[in-house]
């Protein structure tokens, strides 16, 4: 929100010796954040009011004519391209040799042959940035030739951060702002300039009738007759704040709506007088139509509350009014609302109509009830100096069928101390309470602070609200830095966390892995590229874009769109990401943490070597991460993903649970995904690691040295390729005798001397006893026992 | 065999040894030899055995040639040997000649973590020194735990600052760290210490410094008289541990639903030192650490009691940290997956021989 300084200090003074930078610090330290702060320098120098008296088209331009212009004591000719000019209206003019920053000094010139003398200034050379292009009008109140001093364009604006004052409805509005300029600064704050309520009660005029359904939608109504309005402009002080805070100035009646509505925080809104008699507020039936006065035809959400009059809607409360009883320049009768509604009603049907108002937001933040009537007060003041046949046409009417509770809040001043770790005495306490209007008093060691209107809608609820009123104060920047004493406790260890943090430091530490970071959800344009129809998946109400919406059920096609960016600049990599994953197993809300890896390297023929080092590598992984061996067997193979859809996929088994899958990257998925990596070789792996979290360490005891030594013999088979391992494994698994001490697995071959349709497996079995030196004997006897077992078990003997 | 047949049978061997040494180059290809010729079941070796077929007169004076013979021929070898070492170990010594000591070594491959990783971890290595517990939480969360249990009712317009992904099984993406306050409160009740890192999504369009995929790490404690100055203390350690260094720093106050009060802690723009430059938008300040004392409401949530407790809770961005610590320029690059936005060059290209400062860099 945007702040005229000037505008705070018609309220406060500010001291004078302080930048406006130094202000805003100042603010954003106590109070709240200022984003940013400008200056408007304009400038101004021989500026004047100038009557049009005549208007004619300039020929040969677009929009340009020229103006006769009264100046009080002379008339000049001047052409303009302002747009929307009258005979009869008022302008900021400036004279010949007259001066504005923005433009430097202004001359006298001609256009399309006519002489043109001096100018009417734009609302951008005058720092009314909202009417960039168009003359400021001036009130028939501002004789012709008047001259506008130059220090009355110049202002400070500072631009508080909307989010920091979402809890502080009181500062919506430079009244409330300026309030706790008063209260930094120590200074008192000016009363709010209004005529007394009782001058608009005690008049002899009917009252306005006002009929409320329902009082915790609406909790007050106020509202007031007036008559002698004019669409006259408003004057050019209230012009240039509300140009300063970003409001472009319309005419007196809705400036001094949105002026009081920047100065308090309360909306109003005001009706042709002629088209709304009485006022009612309630519920409309979802679904009827709605003109706003914007002209357009709304169609009215659930909830939606409505200002009838005459049982016809005439507003959307709390968001805007209705066309058909739109004020304009002809209108000389108003009746000005002044409300206050439930937030969170005005906010729903805001949001259920996707159109938020300056109104609305302020609404949806609570405001204080006591606002309805002040404001109409702040209306009638301003008013009536500027309408010349200003009069009342009713009485102040108000309905106020809920009346705000009032908040009474307890304080210990040894407990604030206490949470602020900070001494602060109950003076100090009372002192700064009392400068933000709070009003306290003693009952024994506590104090009884009420809490005053403005800031007891939600924002001032509890002591600690209270603390953070005191501590502000005391200053943040304060507080002595003190360290807390604990208390030592052996929480549970979060054993996911755990294992996940050691999973990805091996993976990026030891096994030369890069790890990446994808989005959540499937880009469906890249799922289409590589053929993939995931199925139905958990999905998003409202994606970042269309074709986002449907969430991974596996990391690989992320990490598949990422190994083809980086196949442009390396020639070999291994990517791995840990993330979440939805695999929809057992209901819609499963969410699983995965692992996913995509190894490549930049050669047609390697995919059998890189299946290995990545089973490789997973197997050695598992024993650091788990203790125990990674171990593969046939999978069953979801055929949709397209990277599982090949006769090289393996399931992975650690501690006996089927954890994952492992494979090569299909050539037909490899050209999909990009016609240069049909001339790579690709592996993957995918685990689900929740359930590795939970396994105990399993015993892992070490083995003494030998006394004797052991001897190790090497066992060549033939096995048929199209047989497994695991087969074979479980076959010499069941071999026994006394001198083996164990059998491994050294390295398979295909290939030269290897007959077609064979694959040729080599063991190792080590032998020794434990009490003597073996043998020779020995050694030819195991070796026949052996080789028997694994002839008979169908292996043919290698030499 | 007589003697004389037996003396010229050695001086063949003898001869034929020498000149079947001649050009064996290794060790053991000599060993093979020395045992074919004086070993056990050598050709000397078994005429040691044929001394007992001798007439007995003649045995000594067989015996005596034979082993004379095994002298000779033991020296030979030995003298080969030498030889055989002598020239292996001159070969060593030329090759080491050429040997280049600074010529790189063969890499294997090099892995990395993503870069907000590694800042994770830098955060949690200070907070673990300090006794906090690491924590987490699901990133598809509940209304309850993302809004609810912190103090953020339905149509509060906090829920606006947080832009949330909501999903069709109405569940959401959690908006930010803080869920996992109440859900550590509930796992371990007070007093606790904990730390939780996490992966947060908002909806918000994508730009040079907008994600709607970022990192924060959630920080709660909670004890017996827990004070806004414990959690100044706090908040400043964690960024002079996290900086290295002391950084200038600013509290002000700042509005979060759940803490109360909330504030802004502001770090002094490292890019300009505090004298104003874009990245600070010319503050000199940088927005870096939201924080405050826990809101009894949340306190409440979490199955404590708020008049026997107080905590204060912070969120630290992982992801600005480690865009600020590696000059990361633009957000998009990390949940991009092109290496070389995320990886140091040289961990990438191996050796690096310009630019020189990489090398020692990484």
């Not at chain 1, 809705?254 to 509505?261: G, K, P, R, S």
């Not at chain 1, 302020?362 to 009536?384: G, M, N, W, Y």
């Not at chain 1, 900070?422 to 309470?433: C, F, G, N, S, Y």
């Not at chain 2, 040997?81 to 890499?107: M, N, W």
């Amino acid at each position: 929100m945007l702040i005229s300084l000037n505008w705070i200090r018609e309220f406060v003074d500010l001291p004078a010796d302080l930048s406006a930078d130094a202000l805003a610090e100042q603010f954003t330290l106590i109070a709240a954040e200022v984003e940013g702060v400008e200056k408007i320098e304009v400038g101004a120098k021989g500026l004047v009011c100038a009557e049009i008296t005549s208007l004619k088209p300039v020929s040969g331009t677009d929009s340009t004519h020229a103006a006769e212009l009264n100046l009080g004591d002379k008339t000049v000719q001047t052409c303009t391209n302002a747009p929307d000019l009258s005979v009869g209206d008022r302008v900021v003019y400036a004279t010949t040799g007259a001066h504005v920053n923005a433009l430097g000094t202004i001359n006298d010139t001609t256009v399309g042959g006519l002489p043109s003398a001096g100018m009417i200034l734009p609302g951008d050379a005058l720092g009314v940035e909202p009417a960039a292009r168009e003359a400021i009008f001036l009130s028939p109140n501002v004789a012709p030739g008047t001259e506008l001093p130059g220090e009355l364009f110049d202002d400070w604006v500072i631009e508080v951060d909307n989010h920091s004052i979402n809890h502080r409805p009181d500062l919506w509005g430079h009244y409330g702002i300026a309030r706790e300029f008063a209260a930094i600064f120590k200074t008192k704050l000016k009363p709010y300039p209004v005529v007394s309520e009782a001058e608009l009660t005690s008049v002899d005029l009917p009252e306005i009738p006002i009929t409320i359904d329902d009082g915790d939608a609406c909790p007050r109504y106020s509202g007031l007759r007036m008559t002698g309005v004019t669409g006259q402009p408003a004057p050019l002080w209230m012009q240039l704040r509300l140009g300063h805070v970003g409001i472009r100035p319309i005419s007196c009646l809705v400036d001094l709506t949105n002026y009081i509505m920047l100065e308090l925080g309360q909306p109003m809104h005001a009706f042709d007088g002629d088209t709304v008699t009485g006022i009612e507020v309630g519920f409309l039936k979802p679904g009827a139509k709605f003109t706003t006065l914007d002209n357009i035809e709304r169609t009215l959400p659930d909830q939606a509350l409505m200002i009838l009059s005459d049982r016809k809607p005439v507003a959307l409360a709390g968001v805007m009014g209705g066309a058909d009883t739109e004020i304009s320049d002809e209108t000389r009768t108003i009746l000005l609302e002044s409300a206050n509604f439930h937030p969170h009603i005005i906010r729903k049907c805001a949001a259920a109509l996707s159109h938020r108002t300056d109104a609305s937001a302020r609404f949806e933040k609570s405001l204080d009830p006591a606002h309805t009537t002040l404001a109409i007060q702040r209306f009638v003041t301003l008013a009536r100096d500027e309408f010349a046949e200003f009069a009342l046409a009713s009485k102040l009417s108000d309905a106020y069928p809920k009346p705000l509770e009032s908040v009474t809040v307890t304080v210990d001043p040894a407990f604030v101390a206490r949470f602020m770790g900070h001494p602060v005495t109950r003076e100090q306490v009372t002192d700064i309470l009392t400068a933000l209007e709070f009003k306290v008093r003693r009952d024994g060691d506590n104090l009884i602070v009420d809490v005053p209107s403005f800031r007891a809608t939600r924002d001032i609820e509890i002591e600690a609200d209270i603390i953070e009123e005191v501590a502000r104060y005391v200053g943040y920047n304060n507080i002595e830095p003190d360290f807390p004493e604990v208390t030592i406790r052996a929480l549970d260890p979060n054993l996911q966390q755990r294992i996940e943090k050691r999973a990805l430091q091996l993976l990026t530490q030891s096994f030369g892995c890069c790890e990446i970071f994808r989005y959540l959800w499937y880009d469906t344009e890249f799922l289409n590229r590589i053929k993939h129809d995931p199925g139905p998946c958990i999905t998003l109400r409202n994606p970042a874009a269309a074709g986002l919406e449907r969430f991974r059920q596996s990391l690989i096609p992320g990490l598949l769109s990422a190994a083809e960016l980086n196949r442009h600049h390396l020639d070999a990599f291994r990517l791995c990401e840990l993330g979440t994953a939805f695999p929809r197993v057992n209901n819609d809300h499963d969410q699983r943490r995965h692992i996913g890896m995509i190894t490549a390297l930049k050669s047609k023929k390697a995919e059998d070597q890189l299946l290995a080092e990545l089973k490789g590598l997973v197997d050695a992984w598992s024993w650091q991460l788990v203790n125990r061996p990674a171990t593969f067997t046939p999978a069953d193979i979801a055929e949709s993903r397209q990277w599982e859809n090949s006769p090289k996929t393996a399931a992975i088994y650690i501690a006996g649970q089927d954890v994952g899958r492992i494979g090569i990257i299909p050539l037909e998925l490899r050209r999909n995904l990009d016609e240069h990596l049909a001339a790579w070789s690709m592996a993957w792996a995918e685990i689900h690691i929740n359930p590795l979290a939970t396994l105990d360490e399993p015993p892992s005891k070490l083995d003494a040295i030998p006394q004797f030594p052991e001897v190790e013999l090497d066992f060549s088979a033939l096995v048929d390729a199209t047989g497994h391992y695991d087969g074979v494994r479980k076959q010499i698994a069941a071999f026994g005798d006394d001198l083996l001490r164990r059998i491994t697995f050294v390295d398979s071959y295909e290939g030269k001397s290897i007959p077609d349709g064979k694959r040729a497996l080599t063991f190792r079995a080590r032998i020794g006893d434990p009490s003597r030196t073996l043998t020779e004997e020995d050694l030819t006897r195991f070796r026949a026992a052996f080789e028997k077992h694994l002839t008979a078990n169908g292996m043919e003997l290698r030499q | 065999m007589d003697i004389d047949q037996l003396q010229q049978t050695l001086a063949d061997l003898e001869a034929e040894t020498t000149a079947k040494i001649a050009g064996i180059t290794a060790i053991d290809e000599l060993r093979h030899v020395e045992s074919q010729t004086t070993g056990k079941s050598g050709t000397l070796g078994q005429m040691l055995g044929t001394i007992k077929d001798y007439p007995a007169d003649q045995r000594g004076q067989v015996g005596k040639i034979l082993n004379q013979a095994k002298g000779k021929l033991t020296g030979i070898f030995k003298q080969a040997g030498d030889r055989i070492r002598q020239a292996e170990t001159s070969a060593e010594a030329s090759k080491a000649s050429t040997f280049d000591p600074t010529l790189p070594g063969v890499r294997p491959p090099l892995g990395t973590a993503h870069p907000v990783t590694l800042v994770q971890w830098q955060v949690e290595d200070v907070f673990q020194r300090l006794g906090f517990m690491i924590e987490t939480g699901p990133e598809m969360e509940t209304e309850y735990y993302n809004f609810e249990a912190l103090n953020i009712p339905a149509l509060h317009p906090a829920r606006d600052m947080q832009d949330t992904f909501w999903m069709t099984n109405n569940m959401l993406l959690r908006t930010h760290t803080s869920p996992v306050q109440v859900r550590a409160m509930e796992r371990h009740g007070p007093p606790l210490r904990v730390i939780a890192p996490g992966r947060c999504f908002r909806y918000e369009t994508i730009d040079a410094s907008h994600e709607n995929t970022f990192h924060q790490v959630e920080g709660l404690m909670i004890d017996k008289n827990i004070s806004i100055a414990n959690l100044i203390a706090m908040m400043r350690l964690l960024l002079r541990e996290v900086f290295g260094r002391d950084v200038k720093a600013r509290l002000r106050p700042g509005y979060f639903p759940f803490v109360e009060p909330g504030f802004e802690l502001d770090m002094s723009c490292l890019i300009c030192d505090g004298k104003g430059c874009p990245t600070c938008k010319h503050t000199g300040w940088i927005e870096i650490l939201p924080c405050g004392m826990v809101h009894p409401n949340v306190l409440r949530y979490g199955k404590i009691d708020p008049h026997e407790y107080t905590g204060f809770a912070f969120g630290l961005g992982l992801t600005r940290l480690a865009m600020m610590k590696y000059g990361i320029g633009d957000i998009r690059v990390l949940t991009g997956g092109d290496l070389r936005a995320i990886v140091p060059t040289p961990r990438l290209t191996g050796p690096t021989i310009k630019p020189e400062s990489a090398g020692a860099a990484c």
